[in-house]
């Protein structure tokens, strides 16, 4: 499983749900988190600028959440739901 956090450098909200993310992470249910800078390309600070963080669990889902962790979706798509 790999999640994508779209974060900037200098948001407390985006170290808040990375960090509530990993707590999820255990032996049994492992995943990666790839952490994108909004701010290192254009396009993306057009299309998540005001939204950071945005959490994603496939880039080609919508967004799980942004702003705060919803830990119910994460663990729902931990559990494979």
Known sequence: MNFTLYSR???HL???MLHALQ?????????TVDV??????PALVARFD???????????EPPLCNYFLDEAKVRAVLAGG
């Open 9 to 11: 450098g200098y948001c």
């Open 14 to 16: 985006c170290d808040d």
């Open 23 to 31: 707590a999820l992470q255990t032996p049994e249910r492992p995943f």
């Open 36 to 41: 994108v800078d909004v701010d290192a390309d």
């Open 50 to 60: 005001e939204l950071v963080p945005v959490l994603f669990a496939g880039l080609d």
